[in-house]
């Protein structure tokens, strides 16, 4: 067991994290706040899209729903003024302002990219955050 264990961990900390700006890196290399969910479609049965399926399974994500559509916030408003609080939201590699279309059904995995790092790979539009998100069909 103890040289099983071992063998998990090793894997564990090898693991890709997802896709991080145009590539993907390693979780040892990570240096930024990053949290990651990969929906099953067991745990997905019971939503209607990924903004249901999102509410309260990533930390620091806060996501509302108005209407048919949802809002996202990263570690809750950070702007002062009428700047736009929305982190960018990139569905493979595409930006979009509404998640409540996606099948969650037909998502593989969301990284959330919580602090300035994100700008520094998204460039101004991702002060506020990053929310990326990968189809199945990727």
């Known amino acids: 067991d103890t040289k099983r264990d071992m063998q998990s961990r090793k894997i564990m900390d090898r693991l890709i994290c997802g896709d991080v700006g145009y590539g ?3 979780k040892n290399n990570l240096t930024t706040a990053v949290s990651s969910v990969s929906p099953t479609n067991k745990e997905v049965s019971s939503y209607g899209d990924i903004g249901e399926y999102l509410m309260g ?4 994500l806060q996501v509302t729903k108005r209407g048919n559509s949802y809002s996202l916030q990263i570690r809750g408003a950070t702007t002062i003024g009428n700047a736009s609080t929305e982190p960018l939201v990139l569905v493979d590699g595409v930006e979009t302002n509404d998640i409540g279309g ?9 990284e959330v990219l919580k602090d300035a790092a994100a700008s ?18 990727r």
Do not use: E, M, Q
């Open 102 to 110: 996606l099948n969650p059904h037909d998502i593989k995995s969301v």
């Open 57 to 60: 399974r990533v930390p620091g």
């Open 120 to 137: 520094s790979i998204y460039g101004s539009r991702a002060a506020c955050g990053a929310v990326l998100i990968t189809t199945k069909g």
């Open 24 to 26: 993907k890196t390693d």
